[in-house]
């Protein structure tokens, strides 16, 4: 069965979105990362508001790290000009894949559904209980579980994920780093930080408990009861208020709830997230380029996120604002 997706999900939520712009100013340390500070001088009332974005500063060069929501609503757009300006002053634009539609599709259902001569089922690689809450789920979807039978638990997982958050109104065809790659097409350079393969072995790699238990997390977070909107509506008044705790919030909220998620998390964010870092650092040791990253909001968040592990490299990082200005 095909299912119409763009395979960028990390794990329970997607993620998030970002703005930024260069600006010269002094600044006020946080956790190792700098927020920027407003320098303009007032005309009439101004006020500032963070944006998930961020300057990395290089001397005289300056490249952007976007946050990016994955799925998102199309009443988001336009984008905050801070962020339309730090891409237009970008030579290269780097996502995290980079794969035409019909090839992802294609990459995703092989990885993702069993050979038709394979004899494991959705049936026969979960526990009984597991299957009849799938069974049920599906039901109230007005779906027949025999279109899943060959599905892999962690792809089974991924669909229903998709499937509520696309009901909720959040769409991947408007997610953010779908916006920035139709905006550079035949205009920037076009990078990806992994293949769309990479992203899919973290999953199909992981033992039958663990496949399980990411299908059991997601049936609860998916149940109809309207929590999942209600955390992609938080997850995007976050990524809105440029603010990381917040967001960092909300992904170890999964692992506190549901400490057996721990181990995939250790692969599906963590792991990324240095290994994501290396290619950055790579890049921006690139003499001459400017680049516009837009990454998964997750992943720059937190003790391990990615900002934090730029900055231990020792590249220095300034949080942007948007600058809003009303006339007196």
């Given at each position: 069965m095909?299912?119409?997706?763009?395979?960028?999900l990390?794990?329970?939520?997607?993620?998030?979105?970002v703005?930024?712009f260069?600006?010269?100013?002094c600044?006020l340390?946080?956790?190792?990362?700098?927020?920027?500070?407003?320098?303009?001088?007032?005309?009439?009332?101004?006020?500032?508001g963070?944006?998930?974005?961020?300057e990395?500063?290089?001397?005289?060069?300056?490249?952007?790290?976007?946050?990016?929501?994955?799925?998102?609503?199309?009443?988001?757009y336009?984008?905050a000009?801070?962020?339309?300006?730090?891409?237009?002053?970008s030579?290269?634009?780097?996502?995290?894949?980079?794969?035409?539609?019909?090839?992802?599709?294609?990459?995703?259902?092989a990885?993702?559904?069993?050979?038709?001569?394979?004899?494991?089922?959705l049936?026969?690689?979960v526990?009984?209980?597991?299957?009849?809450?799938?069974?049920?789920?599906?039901?109230?979807?007005?779906?027949?579980?025999?279109l899943?039978?060959?599905?892999?638990?962690?792809?089974?997982?991924?669909?229903l994920?998709?499937?509520?958050?696309?009901?909720?109104?959040?769409?991947?065809?408007?997610?953010?780093?779908?916006?920035?790659l139709?905006?550079?097409?035949e205009?920037?350079?076009?990078?990806?930080?992994?293949?769309?393969?990479?992203?899919?072995?973290f999953?199909?790699?992981?033992?039958?408990?663990?496949?399980?238990?990411?299908?059991?997390?997601?049936?609860?977070t998916?149940?109809?009861?309207?929590?999942?909107?209600?955390e992609?509506?938080?997850?995007?008044a976050?990524?809105?208020?440029?603010?990381?705790r917040?967001?960092?919030?909300?992904?170890?909220r999964?692992?506190?709830?549901?400490p057996?998620?721990?181990?995939?998390?250790?692969?599906?964010?963590?792991?990324?997230?240095?290994?994501?870092?290396?290619?950055?650092?790579?890049?921006?040791n690139?003499?001459?380029?400017?680049?516009?990253f837009?990454?998964?909001?997750?992943?720059?968040?937190?003790?391990?996120?990615?900002l934090?592990l730029?900055k231990?490299?020792?590249?220095?990082?300034?949080?942007?604002?948007?600058?809003?200005?009303?006339?007196?």
């Open positions: 095909k299912k119409k997706s763009r395979f960028s990390p794990v329970l939520l997607p993620l998030l979105l703005g930024l260069n600006l010269n100013s600044s340390s946080r956790n190792g990362v700098t927020d920027r500070v407003n320098p303009y001088p007032a005309r009439g009332k101004t006020t500032a963070k944006l998930f974005v961020w990395i500063n290089l001397g005289k060069k300056k490249s952007y790290i976007l946050g990016s929501l994955h799925f998102f609503k199309k009443e988001s336009p984008l000009e801070t962020i339309e300006k730090a891409y237009s002053q030579d290269v634009l780097i996502v995290e894949t980079l794969v035409e539609p019909t090839k992802r599709v294609s990459i995703t259902l990885k993702g559904i069993y050979p038709a001569d394979d004899p494991r089922t049936e026969n690689q526990n009984p209980a597991t299957y009849r809450s799938v069974q049920e789920r599906l039901q109230k979807s007005h779906m027949d579980i025999r899943f039978a060959k599905f892999k638990p962690w792809y089974l997982a991924q669909t994920a998709i499937m509520n958050i696309m009901k909720a109104g959040f769409h991947p065809g408007s997610g953010i780093d779908v916006y920035f139709e905006k550079a097409k205009k920037k350079e076009i990078l990806a930080l992994e293949k769309l393969e990479e992203q899919i072995d999953y199909d790699r992981f033992p039958p408990r663990v496949n399980e238990a990411y299908l059991l997390a997601n049936l609860q998916s149940s109809g009861s309207g929590l999942e909107n209600l992609m509506e938080h997850l995007t976050a990524w809105s208020a440029g603010d990381t917040a967001v960092e919030r909300l992904l170890l999964e692992i506190q709830k549901k057996y998620l721990e181990i995939l998390y250790e692969k599906l964010i963590y792991e990324r997230n240095r290994n994501m870092t290396e290619r950055i650092a790579g890049h921006l690139t003499p001459g380029k400017r680049f516009f837009v990454v998964g909001a997750y992943h720059l968040v937190g003790k391990r996120g990615i934090r730029l231990e490299k020792g590249f220095q990082l300034n949080q942007l604002y948007e600058i809003k200005e009303s006339r007196i």
